[in-house]
């Protein structure tokens, strides 16, 4: 997770002061970060971008609440998760009244980069597994998802996700487990079978 400097309390005093264009520079120095969160967490670019805007607002909406102690940033990445958590839970009320359909796969937050020459079966064997924690992914619950993504690809601490989501750092992980073993249940059919195809 990205930490702020000091100038980023210089800009926070300047914006709770009504200087609009110091509070357009945090949400230009802090955009592409929680951009990279709201997806990872959503899914998509569409309810990234919502992500990030109701984020941007709720911040200048509390800006009188934020501790100049704490970290700008940090406190940032509490809201954005929170509100893609409401995202998530928003979704899944709306999927419950209608036909889930199938992500496309420019929409996959989990994309990877291959590395230099890949081999056409590495290459096959790399898409299969991205579908199949895509599929793994999808099938978590918003609130695994949510501990997941800010653990493993944020690495947020136990209590900074407990805050961000309002769990207690035991039901924090818990969920985190719970999405591990999912994820690795997911995987262990098709790596033991690469490693059978290896073998012979």
Known sequence: MERMDGDDAAEVARARSGDESAFRTLVERHGRALFRLA?????????AEDVVQETFLKA???LDQFEDRAHF???LYRIAANCAYDALRSRARREERSAVQEPHDGDDPLASVPAQGPSPD?????GQVQKRVHAAMAQLSER???AFVL???EQMSTREIG?????DEAAVKHSVFRAVRKLREALESLVAARAGAEAR
């Open 39 to 47: 997806y990872r967490m959503t899914g998509n670019e569409h309810d």
């Open 60 to 62: 200048f909406r509390r």
């Open 122 to 126: 590495r290459l096959v064997f790399s």
């Open 73 to 75: 940033g940090s406190w």
């Open 163 to 167: 805050e961000a989501l309002g769990l």
């Open 144 to 146: 695994e998802r949510a």
């Open 151 to 153: 653990r493993h690809f």
